[in-house]
């Protein structure tokens, strides 16, 4: 890494000791509305579901919608976070769940293309702090000199690179194919689904009895959980409003020459561990083109009026960076763009806790551009710490 900061897609590892908190244990007839039906929403009404609780789902626009932090084609799934456990752990229990799934419902949605990080140091703590978690898992890198990755990797330009590191168990999931996929067995398996915008009710003796609908009806319930990312802040803005913060982060899918499409599309998803923009960048899915995203944390965007536009001077820089490390790039024509929303935290990490006036009031978000791929683990502990089963996370919880 060239300067030496921490990725913008690694949660800072805080180890603070606050007592431990379990919220009450829920009646198996309990009634649980979840609002958003993004990764986080979707996979959390589908646990809850299947502990046996009546789930309505609501969502405004729909599963993987376009203006979803969990739209778009693609989404990495990566279990290096540098020093940080929680998250390497939460992500091996992910990848085991996505893999369980694709295979139930008979839908690819998991493709092991591996993860290629570009290392400007001999060891970046980014991969070496992440060490003892994989070795402790039966994981391993590998590791490959400039030479080496030269010969493998012809069309990437390595000169400036000190190794490239190879975690060869992650690759990339179907981000809006993901979410429509547990929507699908939601639904199938008895879930009750809404498509509607949700205002929340005055809260009252403690709790949220119930929710407007854009309909004009009115959805009662005895817990909900708010899952509806980077609308979060907006909807609940004086509890949320300096919490969460939504920010405009593009991808670009770039038009690879004619003879080199077998060298990019059989690639790894890549990580430019540049110290700055950490781009990032996933071949060619679905033959839709090579896919480049911006991990540095854009401008202030409103998820709902924003134009999914590009911003000219972010997608210059790209194309230079591009034009750099794939050099058969370098008048690549731009074939799709995307926005792709993130639903910040103020440390990266994600976000389970109670509304601080209501505790059947739940909140889960926070994704921070990293959020997608932990989706059914995050979804499992979500469910068992609504039900009251147990403890809430530290991590997770509201500072």
Same mark, same amino acid.
């Given at each position: 890494?060239?300067?030496?900061?921490?990725?913008?897609?690694?949660?800072?590892?805080?180890?603070?000791?606050?007592?431990?908190?379990?919220?009450p244990?829920?009646?198996?007839h309990?009634?649980?509305?979840?609002?958003?039906?993004?990764?986080?929403?979707?996979?959390?009404?589908?646990?809850? %579901?299947?502990?046996?609780?009546?789930?309505? %789902?609501?969502?405004?626009?729909?599963?993987?919608?376009?203006?979803?932090?969990?739209?778009?084609?693609?989404?990495?799934?990566?279990?290096?976070?540098?020093?940080n456990?929680?998250?390497?752990?939460?992500?091996?229990?992910?990848?085991?769940?996505?893999?369980?799934?694709?295979?139930?419902?008979?839908?690819?949605?998991?493709?092991?293309?591996?993860?290629?990080?570009?290392?400007?140091?001999d060891?970046?703590?980014?991969?070496?702090?992440t060490?003892?978690?994989m070795?402790?898992?039966?994981?391993?890198?590998?590791?490959?000199?400039?030479?080496?990755?030269?010969?493998?990797y012809?069309?990437?330009?390595?000169?400036?690179?000190?190794?490239?590191?190879?975690?060869?168990?992650?690759?990339?999931?179907?981000?809006?194919?993901?979410?429509?996929?547990?929507?699908?067995?939601?639904?199938?398996?008895?879930?009750?689904?809404?498509?509607?915008?949700?205002?929340?009710?005055?809260?009252?003796?403690?709790?949220?009895?119930?929710?407007?609908?854009?309909?004009?009806?009115?959805?009662?319930?005895?817990?909900?959980?708010?899952?509806?990312?980077?609308?979060?802040g907006?909807?609940?803005?004086?509890?949320?409003?300096?919490?969460?913060?939504?920010?405009?982060?593009?991808?670009?899918?770039?038009?690879?020459?004619?003879?080199?499409?077998?060298?990019?599309?059989?690639?790894?998803?890549?990580?430019?561990?540049?110290?700055?923009?950490?781009?990032?960048?996933?071949?060619?899915?679905?033959?839709?083109?090579?896919?480049?995203?911006?991990?540095?944390?854009?401008?202030?965007?409103?998820?709902?009026?924003?134009?999914?536009?590009?911003?000219?001077a972010?997608?210059?820089?790209?194309?230079?960076?591009?034009?750099?490390?794939?050099?058969?790039?370098?008048?690549?024509?731009?074939?799709?763009?995307?926005?792709?929303?993130?639903?910040?935290?103020?440390?990266?990490?994600?976000?389970?806790?109670?509304?601080?006036?209501?505790?059947?009031?739940?909140? %889960?978000?926070?994704?921070?551009?990293?959020?997608?791929?932990h989706?059914?683990?995050?979804?499992?502990?979500?469910?068992?710490?609504?039900?009251?089963?147990?403890?809430?996370?530290?991590?997770?919880?509201?500072?």
């Open positions: 890494m060239k300067t030496g900061e921490t990725p913008t897609f690694a949660p800072r590892n805080t180890t603070e000791t606050r007592p431990p908190r379990r919220g244990l829920l009646d198996v309990a009634h649980i509305a979840v609002v958003g039906a993004g990764v986080f929403g979707g996979w959390t009404a589908l646990w809850l %579901l299947r502990s046996g609780f009546r789930v309505t %789902l609501v969502d405004a626009w729909g599963p993987g919608h376009s203006r979803a932090s969990s739209g778009d084609e693609t989404r990495v799934i990566r279990s290096t976070y540098g020093a456990e929680t998250y390497f752990d939460l992500n091996v229990r992910a990848l085991q769940l996505w893999q369980e799934h694709q295979q139930r419902w008979h839908k690819k949605l998991f493709f092991n293309t591996g993860v290629l990080w570009f290392c400007y140091e060891s970046p703590a980014m991969i070496a702090d060490l003892p978690f070795q402790k898992h039966g994981l391993e890198y590998q590791y490959f000199s400039r030479k080496e990755a030269a010969q493998r012809p069309h990437i330009n390595t000169e400036d690179l000190q190794n490239l590191v190879l975690d060869p168990h992650g690759g990339y999931l179907k981000a809006r194919e993901g979410c429509q996929a547990v929507h699908e067995a939601f639904v199938s398996e008895g879930g009750t689904y809404l498509n509607a915008l949700v205002k929340p009710d005055t809260i009252d003796n403690e709790r949220l009895a119930s929710v407007k609908l854009s309909d004009g009806s009115t959805l009662q319930a005895d817990v909900f959980v708010f899952a509806c990312g980077s609308w979060l907006q909807l609940f803005s004086e509890v949320l409003g300096g919490v969460i913060s939504c920010t405009k982060q593009e991808a670009y899918y770039l038009g690879v020459p004619a003879t080199h499409t077998r060298l990019f599309d059989e690639m790894p998803v890549w990580v430019d561990l540049d110290g700055e923009d950490f781009y990032y960048g996933i071949p060619g899915n679905a033959y839709r083109g090579f896919k480049i995203g911006v991990d540095k944390r854009g401008e202030t965007f409103d998820p709902t009026h924003s134009e999914r536009l590009p911003h000219p972010v997608l210059q820089k790209a194309r230079d960076f591009m034009a750099h490390r794939f050099p058969a790039l370098k008048n690549a024509p731009l074939v799709e763009n995307r926005v792709c929303p993130y639903e910040n935290s103020p440390d990266g990490n994600f976000i389970l806790d109670t509304h601080p006036e209501a505790d059947n009031c739940w909140f %889960l978000g926070g994704g921070s551009g990293h959020g997608y791929k989706g059914p683990a995050l979804g499992e502990l979500a469910a068992d710490v609504i039900a009251g089963k147990r403890n809430l996370e530290n991590l997770f919880r509201m500072r």
